[in-house]
């Protein structure tokens, strides 16, 4: 199986503050690589597919970036709507993985 | 609008069985993969299974391999989990997932999610 290591497990950051998530493969996946955003006591919501292509709608401060092992997401300017878990999700190979998901709070 | 429904989650003893279901309406169900997603409370998602457009490709996590069934029926634009040999290992949210492709790819439209507990 494909382990993703996502990192920070938690983060901490000030309104307009540019947040950085990193999720490593354990192998080569290419750029077959999500991001999804969960707020509490909600379902996940797809922001980022293929590592880089926003989901039409999601606002422009979401960002992806990588491939083969290393990808990145990114929020140019955290907002207080963005408070969140973020997953990272590979699906170059089955089963179908998530990363560990990243906690982002407002300081 | 895509809209995913499940439900059929309850308390189960362990050892038990329980069917999930999951109504599917807003897109032609037929052109794409589902999938099933779970997540224990205040844990991290786990993908459980994944059914092909036709139902004729089934995968499973290897953690249900066995025990757990997913299934389609097309008419009814429905997407089904048949859940056996129940353990305290399977209590979570479960999510239906609708893929972007008719193969693997992303989930674009996931549903509310139903609770499956599994206690004595």
């Known amino acids: 199986d494909i382990q993703m290591t996502q990192s920070p497990s938690s983060l901490s950051a000030s309104v307009g503050d540019r947040v950085t998530i990193t999720c490593q493969a354990s192998?080569?996946?290419?750029?077959?690589l999500n991001w999804y955003q969960q707020k509490p006591g909600k379902a996940p919501n797809l922001l980022i597919y293929?590592?880089?292509n926003l989901v039409t709608g999601v606002p422009s401060r979401f960002s992806g970036s990588g491939s083969g092992t290393d990808f990145t997401f990114t929020i140019s300017s955290l907002q207080p709507e963005d408070i969140a878990t973020y997953y990272c999700?590979?699906?170059?190979?089955?089963?179908?993985?998530f990363g560990g998901g990243t906690k982002v709070e407002i300081k | 609008e895509v809209q995913l429904v499940e439900s059929g989650g309850v308390v189960v003893q362990p050892g038990g069985s329980l069917r999930l279901s999951c109504a599917a309406s807003?897109?032609?169900?037929?052109?794409?993969?589902m999938h099933w997603v779970r997540q224990p409370p205040g844990k991290g998602l786990e993908w459980v299974s994944l059914?092909?457009?036709?139902?004729?490709?089934?995968y499973y996590g290897d953690s249900v391999k066995g025990r757990f069934t997913i299934s389609r029926d097309n008419s009814k634009n429905s997407l089904y989990l048949q859940m056996n040999s129940l353990t305290t290992e399977d209590t979570a949210f479960y999510y239906c997932?609708?893929?972007?492709?008719?193969?693997?790819?992303?989930?674009?439209?996931w549903g509310q999610g139903t609770l499956v507990t599994v206690s004595s």
């Open positions: 997932a609708k893929d972007g492709t008719a193969a693997r790819s992303h989930f674009d439209y």
């Open positions: 807003g897109f032609t169900f037929d052109d794409y993969a």
């Open positions: 059914i092909s457009w036709d139902g004729g490709s089934t």
């Open positions: 192998q080569d996946i290419s750029n077959y």
């Open positions: 293929d590592a880089s």
């Open positions: 999700q590979q699906y170059d190979n089955l089963p179908v993985t």
